[in-house]
């Protein structure tokens, strides 16, 4: 049984601050700040170069790596870390598309993060004009799945409304159909119980400051299925994804398995914040992350309403069709979002109109969603937010 009164207690929260936005950037783990300062005074400031060896820097992407991949039901040496999502979904849809050389479509949905479908735009213009990506409504991919798709490029948890697809039912299309998946896991990593070797997912990628906590810009993750390990050619072959770094070769052999996708010079110090955060996940169980943050959720939407009919509810209200986020749209819901964080409760905003609201129950409980409600009532019955100061938009919402 996973005991979250002790995983609160692992994390730094400002005082004051009830905080609903470990969807987008999770909290500072206690002993990130610890870790850091020993690789920095220990490892690179004794060892300086030495440490890619002594301590152990060069084989970080993968140990890193199997402590995610037990997260999203991976096998061990599956999952690499390095560089951010936006680049992995390049190296996962060019190597998945070399692998159905006939085939010409990308299919994803418009409920799939910006990033992922620019990525796929940029990456489909350089292979040519006969490559096409069709993006069609969440509802209809079951059923736009056929035999010119090469690649479904899906995105488990959709960024704004917490609507979540059924990984495996649509894996499974795909494969009858001849296509591979591509799971986009940002907004499932740690939130949810994924398990991707039952789904027999071909590649998947995700980000790691989300719910995994690992700090602002912290690496990004790729897997690759081990029928699919040897065969994945990476397109951005770079040196440290070679079979031999410091051979120095001219010509690139691709590294065995999962390695390949390593592409340049590991963050080690952003690594070193992750490796720490991970420790979080020592005995806790992912299957009691998911009740929790269920009940929390559904608590949430329960109190919400009972507030009166302001917001509408934009996250589907069945359990098994949502992520660990509520979503709740108003016109004004830009301004609503920066009156709850001048009061403390942090969530944020997703243009038009959606206030989003991630619950965790690393460090999120009854209470304070409870607190967090009381203080959304006040703010609308008053009309706090109708004030000039909570109307200026800020670069980042
Ligand atoms: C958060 C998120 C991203 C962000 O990509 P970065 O390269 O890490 O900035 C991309 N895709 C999805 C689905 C996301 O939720």
């Given at each position: 049984m996973s005991d979250f009164s002790k995983t609160r207690g692992l994390f730094h929260m400002p005082p004051g601050v009830i905080y609903l936005d470990g969807n987008s950037l999770g909290p500072l783990p206690l002993a990130a700040r610890e870790r850091?300062?020993?690789?920095?005074?220990?490892?690179?400031?004794?060892?300086?170069?030495?440490?890619?060896?002594?301590?152990?820097?060069?084989?970080?992407?993968?140990?890193?790596?199997?402590?995610?991949?037990?997260?999203?039901?991976?096998?061990?040496?599956?999952?690499?870390?390095?560089?951010?999502?936006?680049?992995?979904?390049?190296?996962?849809?060019?190597?998945?598309?070399?692998?159905?050389?006939?085939?010409?479509?990308?299919?994803?949905?418009?409920?799939?993060?910006?990033?992922?479908?620019?990525?796929?735009?940029?990456?489909?213009?350089?292979?040519?004009?006969?490559?096409?990506?069709?993006?069609?409504?969440?509802?209809?991919?079951?059923?736009?799945?056929?035999?010119?798709?090469?690649?479904?490029?899906?995105?488990?948890?959709?960024?704004?409304?917490?609507?979540?697809?059924?990984?495996?039912?649509?894996?499974?299309?795909?494969?009858?159909?001849?296509a591979l998946t591509i799971w986009d896991l940002a907004h499932s990593a740690g939130a949810l119980a994924v398990d991707l070797t039952a789904a027999k997912a071909d590649f998947a990628v995700g980000c790691t400051y989300k719910y995994l906590n690992g700090g602002p810009g912290a690496p990004a993750f790729i897997y690759i299925a081990p029928e699919h390990a040897e065969s994945a050619r990476p397109a951005l072959s770079g040196w440290m994804g070679h079979e031999a770094p410091f051979a120095f070769d001219l010509d690139y052999r691709p590294a065995p398995g999962i390695e390949r996708m390593r592409v340049g010079t590991p963050p080690i110090v952003a690594l070193a914040v992750l490796d720490a955060a991970l420790d979080v996940w020592d005995g806790v169980s992912l299957q009691d992350v998911r009740e929790k943050s269920l009940a929390l959720s559904n608590l949430f939407i329960r109190e919400v309403e009972a507030l009166g009919a302001e917001l509408t509810l934009a996250s589907p209200r069945e359990d098994d069709r949502r992520g660990s986020q509520v979503s709740f749209c108003h016109p004004d819901g830009y301004a609503i979002m920066q009156a709850l964080i001048a009061r403390g409760v942090i969530g944020d905003f997703r243009a038009p109109d959606v206030l989003r609201f991630g619950f965790t129950p690393l460090y999120i409980d009854e209470e304070d969603v409870l607190k967090a409600v009381a203080i959304l009532k006040d703010v609308l019955a008053n009309r706090l937010w109708d004030a000039p100061e909570f109307k200026q938009r800020s670069l980042v919402t």
């Open positions: 850091v300062a020993k690789l920095l005074s220990e490892e690179w400031g004794s060892q300086l170069i030495r440490a890619w060896n002594t301590a152990g820097w060069m084989l970080q992407p993968r140990k890193v790596g199997d402590r995610i991949a037990r997260l999203i039901g991976a096998a061990e040496g599956t999952v690499v870390m390095g560089d951010t999502l936006s680049i992995k979904v390049y190296q996962a849809l060019a190597s998945a598309l070399e692998m159905r050389p006939g085939r010409r479509v990308v299919l994803s949905d418009n409920g799939n993060f910006p990033s992922d479908l620019y990525i796929a735009q940029g990456l489909l213009r350089s292979l040519g004009p006969d490559y096409e990506l069709r993006v069609v409504d969440p509802e209809a991919v079951e059923d736009t799945i056929d035999e010119s798709v090469a690649v479904t490029l899906i995105t488990e948890v959709d960024y704004r409304t917490g609507r979540l697809h059924d990984m495996r039912r649509l894996t499974e299309k795909a494969h009858a159909a001849g």
